[in-house]
T-cell receptor, first 115, second 109 residues
């Protein structure tokens, strides 16, 4: 693995179904993030995690939950998908341990369509 | 509220210079980032400014004026591969990134 990977690459999902988007990084970054990107809007933060075992809510957390069991993995779950959750989802990570710019690096994204 | 403004779309000619502006109003300031995003791909980091002035990195430069809430990204010697969206993001007082909607740059031969 080099950098950040996300799975699946794309998914079509029926409304009401449960879905987990997976994210794994091999850079040993302490902080990880989930964003959604919609046409005409900036990236919007859904949830974040500053360290393994802790999570926080971003700008648009409703309908989503996350888990961060270890440093490498940060997964996003839609408990009951709705069409408004159709979007491109990006996972990112950064080294926020201090002394650097805390630049965020992004995974390739998951394109999710909820019908 | 917090706001990042960028032009929606710009067009430039191969070999020329283009300046993409970004203005921001955020609760606090802890740095400004520029990212490049090709269609269908992930954003990739270009530059970071936290102090006023110009940061140069090859063909790309980024400028910041904190007192004016203003930044620009300058791209020189444009190449066709520079056709992409350019995203401006500001880290606020909560240490979260606030993102602009991006500027789609179209390069014509």
């Amino acid at each position: 693995i080099a950098g950040i990977t996300q799975a699946p690459t794309s998914q079509i999902l029926a409304a009401g179904r449960r879905m987990t988007l997976r994210c794994t990084q091999d850079m040993r970054h302490n902080a990880m993030y989930w964003y959604r990107q919609d046409l005409g809007l900036g990236l919007r933060l859904i949830h974040y995690s500053n360290t393994a075992g802790t999570t926080g809510k971003g700008e648009v957390p409703d309908g989503y939950s996350v888990s961060r069991a270890n440093t490498d993995d940060f997964h996003l779950t839609l408990a009951s998908a709705v069409p408004s959750q159709t979007s491109v989802y990006f996972c990112a990570s950064s080294d926020s341990s201090g002394g650097g710019t805390d630049t965020q690096y992004f995974g390739p994204g998951t394109r999710l369509t909820v019908l | 509220g917090q706001n990042i403004d960028q032009p929606t779309e710009m067009t430039a000619t191969e070999g020329a210079i283009v300046q993409i502006n970004c203005t921001y109003q955020t609760s606090g300031f802890n740095g400004l980032f520029w990212y490049q995003q090709h269609a269908g791909e992930a954003p990739t980091f270009l530059s970071y400014n936290v102090l006023d002035g110009l940061e140069e990195k090859g063909r790309f430069s980024s400028f910041l004026s904190r007192s004016k809430g203003y930044s620009y990204l300058l791209l020189k010697e444009l190449q066709m591969k520079d056709s992409a969206s350019y995203l401006c993001a500001v880290r606020d007082s909560n240490y979260q990134l606030i993102w602009g909607a991006g500027t789609k740059l179209i390069i014509k031969p």
